[in-house]
């Protein structure tokens, strides 16, 4: 078949990646000039390796990715007389995350890239697709015609709303910074996520040994300062020295910040005509579960798959129903995976992010009241992917 692809971020070109490996004819759609990405490192977990992996994919991540980061340390932080002190609130058991690694976009990005055949990725193209699925892409004035247009432009996926399946955007209600040290850091605190009132700092340390760090806060959405590196500093200033210490080694100009959104509902359906969404334009979610990459990974190979399965039925039919009837199922099975994953990110969102004092006590003493065992049982089963059963 020939199919497009609109947008060369993670979920676009790991399905790019594995349909090509395929035998298919493949067109990625970018709009921007170069295709760079936007962030700075992010994790994946155990059902993003195994989707991977049925890519073809998973030993080249593994070589530029970091294994046994953190055990899942959740901290509180706390102001004394005696200054900032941190407790530790919880600890998953190391079972959980044993197949947890880091890697920065950066790299992860330039190795996905490596995978494609070399004029794959058309940079400088705003693709808008048919309202009504047809599989066509228009770019640069010029329309197209494939076989299947597989719609992966993010979360303010425009293509989204052509297509009539947009339920728009949500503001989490806060904001979020995020960086990478330019040199290693002295942990005199685990690497993990520390709870503050309204504010969470982040801690996750990359293969380089470099640390890539991300801060949260409750505010207006909109806001912005023209020194926002300064900005992170003053708001964390008073945390423990570690924290101080992964913003004072990151370059200034490095620090970006991003309001978080998610979608306002999940979406009833990926699909209309012969147009596919996935990733963040299909479900787009809050970073709080870490799972926004590793879900895009796993549309990527249930639609490969899907697809691959379909192949020697859609040679023998000329009608079509074939390749319908496979996306209708990848429509369902991914709908119901992600709509659960999405409201368990959300809720993940709003218990780190309590700042009422009451409401900050008791998301404590909750949280130490949970055995590690039920905290790992539900780590496992998030991690625990789905595979389409063809």
Known sequence: MRIAIVGAGIAGLVTAAGIQADGHEVAVFERRDEPNPVGA?????????????????GDSIRQISRDGIVSGAIAAMRPTRNGPKVSWLLSVPSSATATMRSVHRVALHRELMAQLAPGTVRTGSAALVAAD????????GRTEQFDLVVVADGLRSRNREILGLDTGLRYAGYTAWRGVTEQPVSFAVQPGEIWGRGQVFGMVPLPDARVYWYATRNTAEGQRVDNEYELVREEFSGW?????????????DAVM????YDLAKPLTSFVRGRTVLLGDAAHAMTPNLGQGAGQGIEDAATLTCLLRDAGGRMLRDASGEALDAALAKYSQLRQKRTSSVLRRSRSAGLMAQAEHPAAVGFRNALTRL?????????TQRLQQWPKPEL
Do not use: K, Y
């Open 133 to 140: 699925g047809t599989p066509q892409v228009t770019a640069s």
């Open 41 to 57: 490192g992010l994790t994946l977990f155990n059902n993003a390796f195994a989707a991977l992996d049925l890519l073809g994919l």
């Open 240 to 252: 423990h020295e570690t924290v101080q210490e992964c913003i004072a080694v990151t370059a200034p």
């Open 370 to 378: 949970m055995p590690p065992q039920v905290m790992s049982a539900m």
């Open 257 to 260: 910040r991003h309001d978080i």
